[in-house]
């Protein structure tokens, strides 16, 4: 999908303008053009990336054919940045799933470019529709709303990240599961993908913020500031999150270990309830060899009932003594 969104130094506004309209609003140094390329083939993006706007080839192909990390080109008369959403699925595979924002910007112009569509784009692309003014400060202010719909969107992915580790902490002494383990790594996972988006972006926006490129105004750098900040206290969110994660595993295995020193407990509790059975019915069962004496005195029912007795009662008495000494 290619849509267009263009007011011009007048205030007119047009939207979903053909190429030949395009080539004009380009020319107009006092408007602003923005032109969205969602889901496009690289076939239809790159006349209007390369042979409209003239951008250089090699941020062109970055733009459509390879993925990065998030980071600031600066090409003279135009910045190509490249920012990142971020969307958790939390009810199916609990992975952490990264959206690639390209954006151009200019003195007059911003093209953005997504292969799939992202939630903060749309909010930024309405909110423009409905009210104008959000255009009127130039193409370096509605970055800073892209910039600050994608960051927004980060606070509930983190909340959805503690909601999973709180969850997956109950589960741990509900009963540990073979599925913990995994679910703990992929939380891990998500957490480091997420530190290493937001790292490089936060950087992105701190060069913005300092004013370091001749296409962001001076009055556009607090904007920029803002959301510095806020990428700031995500990462400090993201680094608490991972040592928790870290705090969860162990945790984990503490359970597993415990609960293995049980199940050896009492495995060995009932190996020496019966250690005198087991010798009492092998002393009594020898008969390799025949008797020289008569030993009719161990053979007779007397001699059986009290076997018998000893048989029962000395368990009992075992298992009384472990538990007066607190072993079970």
Sequence with gaps: MIRSFYRSAEGAVQTDLS?????????????????????EPAAACEPILRDL??????????????????????????LYLVLHG???????????HTLELDVFLGRSYVITHHREPIAAVERVWTLCQRDERHVQRGPDHLLYLLADELVADYMPVVEQLDEALDHLEDELFDHAGKTVPEQIFQLKRGLLHLRRIIAPQREVLNKLARGDFPVVHDDDRVFFRDVYDHLVRLYDITESLRDMVGGVLDTHLSVVNNRMNDVMKTLTIITTLFMPLSFLAGFFG????????????????????????????????????MHRRGWL
Excluded at 61 to 78: F, I, N
Excluded at 86 to 96: K, Q
Excluded at 297 to 317: E, G, R, S, Y
């Design 286 to 321: 020898m008969n390799f060899f025949g008797p020289v004496t008569s030993l009719d005195a161990w053979t007779d029912q007397p001699a059986f009932v009290i076997t018998l007795l000893v048989m029962v009662v000395l368990p009992v008495l075992m298992a009384a003594w």
């Design 19 to 39: 190429l030949e309209a395009l080539a004009a609003a380009r020319q107009d140094a006092e408007g602003l053009l923005w032109i969205d390329l969602c889901d």
């Design 53 to 78: 706007f003239g951008f250089h080839p090699l941020a062109v192909d970055d733009a459509l054919a390879e993925s990065h990390h998030p980071k600031v080109d600066d090409w003279g008369s135009y």
């Design 86 to 96: 971020v969307a958790f699925d939390a009810e199916e595979d609990r992975r952490l």
